[in-house]
């Protein structure tokens, strides 16, 4: 597995990391505890080496998957955890007080089973908690040991500049894949101008962009993609364009459409760095493939052209889940 820099100042990992919200959280009927810790280490041995969760994923049970899973190759790789939300909840409102940041750290480490947090993300930013307080309390944290890199997520540019000002923002997460792009509008310039890692969430677009989601598939009544409107059978007919310009490109290169989607990405900046999930061993092996898949400039441009023609339809976020964004 390749390895890459999350910017200047952040942890090497895999090119291709590990989401793993999706074990047991989010996406309908998750994998049972064993076969959840079986996956992950499957993933650090197919050179996975970046594993993502948070406390609100559960809430908490997916740290503690994580923790067990990784218990054993500890040093050998690097766990992102998030804060930010009221007792972990992401449906209870925003909580980035000091005093709270602490507790979730504390919290964090016994779940993860271990004495440091790689990197610490703010999950989304709080307007009722001024950044200067939030990245002070994560700067002291890395002081004391307990946290090696600060990260934001879904942050807008003004809240990047202001957390950086006072702790050095490594890394920056954000939704980014070939149907949502608006992070190149000015989140990615910032993380250039300030050297800052970035790494995408929903990569392949939570499945969509597989091609295995056209517009008659169903999900479970507690799947998160019901509350979406990209995910309405209308805005999956629409946008089966883009799936189909991927699996066009896919069966020139002796690959999946997935594999482009990551390779799209990876093709971007050397400082990205996907984090595709999944529940399935045959999935991961195929996401990690696409590290070692390489876009030509002309299949770039191919794509780029395509994309000026595709307008794809449907708000990722409902209203009150897009408020908690780019702030």
Known sequence: MQKRK??????????????????????????????????LRAAFDLGVTFFDTAEAYGP?????????????????????????????????????????????????????????????????????VPMEDVAGTVRDLIREGKVRYFGLSEAGAHSIRRAHAVQPVAVLQSEYSLWWRNPEEEVMPICQELAIGFVPYCPLGRGFLTGKLDQTASFAKDDFRNLLPRFSPQARKA?????????????????TPAQIALAWLLAQKPW????????????????????????????????????????????RYPPHLAARTGR
């Open 6 to 39: 999350l910017g200047k100042n952040g942890p090497e990992v895999s090119a291709i990391g590990l989401g793993c919200m999706g074990l047991n959280f989010g996406y309908g009927p998750g994998l049972d505890r064993a076969s959840a810790v079986s996956l």
């Open 60 to 128: 908490f049970t997916n740290e503690e998957i994580v923790g067990e899973a990784l218990a054993p190759i500890r040093d050998q790789v690097v766990i992102a955890t998030k804060f930010g939300f009221k007792d972990g909840n992401s449906s209870a409102g925003m909580d980035s007080r000091p005093e709270h940041i602490r507790q979730v750290a504390a919290a964090a480490l016994k779940r993860l089973r271990t004495d440091h947090i790689d990197l610490f993300y703010q999950h989304r930013v709080d307007p009722d």
């Open 239 to 255: 946008n089966q364009a883009l799936v189909d310009l991927l699996t066009s490109i896919a069966a020139t290169k002796n690959a």
């Open 272 to 315: 990205i760095v996907p984090i595709p999930g999944t529940t399935k061993v045959q999935r991961l092996t195929e996401n990690v493939g696409a590290a070692a898949l390489e876009l030509s400039g002309e299949d770039l441009r191919q794509i780029r052209d395509a994309l000026a023609h595709i307008e794809v339809q449907g708000d």
